[in-house]
């Protein structure tokens, strides 16, 4: 990769960032454990999104001895609706080998970090720049954006080998003041240089070495492999209640939404004679149908076209755990993909 754009960044990027950089709640210190604990939940989540929860969960869960003698309930719970689940379980994971690998103490090398459950090449990089100003690149969709727009290159951003040649050219630039760098290169892409705006190249620090900007091209790059259709689930989703109580199960151990509560439910979408004979099948006597509602959830890979069907039943049976409002509010941690039809309850 062409050095020569990259080789301006430093002088740049510093001082524009000490200037412009947003008041976010994780940038108040070096803490290893907050730096680590926003990195994860910033993975496939907006900031403004991220604020409540960071500050919510450090209440709680205050050290990493804390996160890893949590309960597994109040731990989904503090994690309730910003999905990707996996990310909160390693955590923990990772928070124990902390403790009986490292004494407690968050380890400072870049190898201990990334060996370390649920961290990756970018999150690795980002702790140990930011924490221990070690020179150690942190490569993200933002990053990625950026570097492909300064240098107007078109290899796609989604290719493995992509992303480890801006890691190393990014190596051989970084300054002593490794933790401000990382982080302003995240801020121009997070801001200025974003994904799903028109750039805006006039107030950017990058300007005068930027090929994308001098050439007009930004919008451009970066370049991506071509998107892979979503496998498409149908659904139905029973909300059923009986005496203001409202049956839930907990899904596997293993696999999508691992562990967390969930309605019940069945392949496909069911209309109302279906969906009352699949209730009886439940063990159940269902008295009324208050109404249905049509929803959908995307993952990653897949997309839940889903039915809600909401209604009464004689008494609260079949292999369902059985619980008032309050306590789904206080203890169970539902998905969005649930979540969404228990928020529909009230106007039930």
Not at 14 to 30: F, G, M, S
Not at 280 to 308: D, N, Y
């Amino acid at each position: 990769m062409e050095q020569t754009e990259l080789n301006w960044l430093p002088s740049v990027l510093l001082p524009w960032y000490e200037e412009n950089k947003r008041d976010l709640p994780w940038r108040k210190d070096k803490e290893p454990y907050h730096v680590w604990l926003s990195e994860i939940m910033l993975q496939q989540t907006r900031v403004e999104a991220v604020k409540g929860y960071y500050v919510r969960f450090l209440d709680v869960l205050p050290t990493v001895a804390a996160l890893a003698n949590c309960d597994d309930e109040l731990l989904h719970k503090l994690w309730e609706g910003l999905g990707y689940y996996s990310r909160v379980r390693n955590l923990k994971k990772a928070a124990n080998v902390i403790l009986e690998k490292h004494g407690g103490v968050f380890p400072r090398s870049y190898e201990e970090v990334r060996a370390l459950p649920g961290i990756g090449d970018y999150t690795a990089g980002a702790i140990c720049s930011i924490c221990f100003d070690a020179p150690t690149p942190a490569v993200d969709g933002n990053v990625l954006r950026v570097i492909s727009r300064i240098t107007e290159d078109a290899t796609p951003i989604d290719l493995p080998a992509r992303k480890k040649a801006v890691q190393e050219a990014l190596a051989r630039v970084y300054p002593a003041q490794a933790g401000a760098f990382t982080q302003a290169l995240m801020e121009l892409g997070a801001t200025l240089c974003g994904p799903n705006w028109k750039p805006r190249c006039g107030e950017c620090p990058c300007r005068p070495f930027c090929g994308g900007a001098i050439h007009a091209t930004a919008e451009q790059f970066p370049v991506k492999l071509p998107k892979k259709g979503k496998r498409v689930e149908e659904k139905t989703v029973f909300l059923l209640s009986c005496d203001g109580q409202y049956a839930l199960c907990k899904r596997p151990e293993t696999g999508l939404l691992a562990g967390l509560w969930e309605f019940p439910n069945l392949p496909g979408k069911m209309e109302t004679a279906a969906a009352l004979e699949a209730v009886e099948g439940m063990g159940l006597s269902p008295r009324a149908v208050f109404k249905q509602l049509e929803r959908k959830h995307i993952f990653t890979h897949i997309r839940w076209e889903m039915r809600g069907i909401f209604l009464e039943v004689a008494a609260p049976g079949g292999e369902f755990i059985w619980m008032r409002a309050e306590q789904i509010e206080k203890e169970a941690a539902l998905p969005t993909a649930f979540r969404q039809f228990w928020e529909e309850i009230d106007h039930v």
